[in-house]
């Protein structure tokens, strides 16, 4: 299982970022783990991306789900950096909460 949690799909989405963006906080936690223990250099790239992908945050936030969010926010080996636009809203993670009306 540990290999293919870091693999994207056709449309360039991790299984991270699919749990994320679809607020399942226990998969969240799972694949954020095992990714870990295989290279904490990957999961510091899939939470903090070049600008060519979506950052995990702006995934969380979209699905609106809080605990997936906290939890990125509190156990990312690098801080989840709340400065990354979205490669094409140009929104910070911020300014996307405020966009979808989440609290």
Known sequence: ???FCIFRNDQFKSPLDLAAENGHSNIVRLLFE?????SPEKLDLLVNPTKAF?????LAISGGDLSV??????NSTKKARLDIPHPISQQTPIETAVKLKHE
């Open 34 to 38: 095992a990714i870990s223990e295989i």
């Open 54 to 58: 979506v950052p995990l945050l702006h």
């Open 1 to 3: 299982m540990h290999f």
């Open 69 to 74: 969010v906290e939890f990125l926010l509190n």
